[in-house]
């Protein structure tokens, strides 16, 4: 008889198991692909994708913010969010311990918070500001070698229920393979940037000046299109050197750059080309055009000061080149050498003027 009431228990008892193996089978396998995914690819936004493509399949919600650590401000900036107004916090910034986000940054202390109205830490930040109404908040660090390098934000589970612990643990999991994936994918980044930038200026350099234009040329051959090019030398730089040292003169560089940066459109390519001499792509853009806005930039140097944060004020102008393909040159190299006749033109003209190519080859 005992044995008979036994039965049922035992059978329970064994079914369960037998879920909670299954459960965790499959838990495995996913962490398994994960891993997989992550070791895929080396980029870094690729990564980033992956690991929010993960977080949403193992905890469905209703909001989430990937939030990166920014080393020099020590404030997270907004990477990723997904959200009803994800788009009014594009750039949204946070101190160390403010908000849930900052406080989980700044312990390095994973936290869950089942009803905001009841939490002081809790303020108008990227809680709200990605979902209408939040409830209830699912916070992670992303740690690596025991620096928080971002934080993992999830709001509103789909089913109405606070988060739990159970949501915490699967997502901590989560992370542990994120910051290794994120580092690795920093490095890579890193490597290639340095192969692509100057060191001095962080402009792009003449490697990737000369796949640039590789890629600009073909597009103009294939469709029918144009791009000019503006090659710029500084007058006189070398007084600059000589009369308050190398250091000065470095800094100068620096100024021409952002000075370049700030005059010209997301699309066009600025590149350090060597010395004081730097070099403008500007895709889509014909001669007449690119004359326009060299001649704003040309006024910008009339009025910029240089070396006013060092204490000094000096005084600088640049001689500029200007030529477009298809309208003078035949390919990227007669591209490059006859903007570099015609700022030599202008260096030959007096200095401190535009001129245009002469010619097309």
């Known amino acids: ?3 008979e009431q036994n039965g049922p228990s035992l059978r329970l008892a064994n079914e369960k198991l037998k879920e909670e193996l299954s459960q965790r089978t499959r838990q495995l396998s996913f962490f398994i692909d994960i891993g997989k995914a992550l070791t895929s690819t080396l980029e870094y936004k690729k990564v980033l994708n992956i690991i929010m493509e993960k977080a949403q399949k193992l905890i469905r919600c209703e ?14 900036y907004l990477e990723l969010a997904k959200g009803k107004k994800r788009r009014k916090v594009k750039e949204l910034r946070l101190k160390l311990g403010e908000g849930v986000a900052g406080w989980v940054a700044k312990k390095g202390k994973p936290f869950i918070l089942s009803d905001v109205r009841k939490e002081k830490r809790f303020f108008d930040g990227p809680d709200v500001a990605i979902s209408q109404n939040p409830k209830s908040i699912l916070c992670v660090p992303i740690i690596n070698k025991r620096k928080t390098i971002g934080v993992l934000e999830m709001i509103n589970r789909l089913d109405g229920q606070p988060f739990q612990r159970r949501d915490l643990d699967l997502l901590l999991k989560l992370v542990d393979q994120a910051s290794i994936a994120i580092e690795r994918s920093w490095l ?32 103009c051959q294939r469709y029918g299109l144009m791009v000019s090019m503006i090659f710029l030398d ?22 021409v750059g952002e000075i370049l940066l700030n005059s010209l459109r997301n699309v066009d390519t600025v590149a350090r080309y060597g010395g004081d001499e730097f070099v403008v792509i500007l895709p889509e853009t014909d001669v007449e055009t690119t004359f326009r806005i060299t001649q704003r930039i040309h006024e910008t140097f009339h009025k910029y000061v240089f070396l006013e944060k060092e204490g000094l004020r000096v005084q600088l102008t640049a001689s500029f080149g200007i030529a ?4 003078h040159a035949k390919d990227k190299t007669s591209l490059i050498r006859l903007s570099d006749q015609a700022m030599y033109k202008a260096k030959g003209m007096g200095r401190d003027r535009i001129c245009v190519a002469d010619k097309a080859e």
């Not at 909001?63 to 020099?72: E, G, H, P």
């Not at 007058?235 to 470095?250: E, P």
């Open 324 to 327: 477009g393909f298809p309208q």
């Open 234 to 255: 500084l007058d006189y730089f070398k007084t600059v050197n000589d009369n308050h040292g190398h250091l000065m003169g470095s800094q100068v560089l620096i100024e």
């Open 1 to 3: 008889m005992k044995r």
């Open 188 to 219: 890579y980044q890193k490597m290639a940037d340095l192969a692509i930038t100057d060191d001095l200026t962080k402009l792009f350099n003449f490697r990737y000046l000369d796949q640039t234009l590789d890629n600009e040329v073909r597009r």
């Open 63 to 76: 909001a989430w913010a990937l939030l990166l650590m920014d080393v020099s401000s020590q404030e997270l």
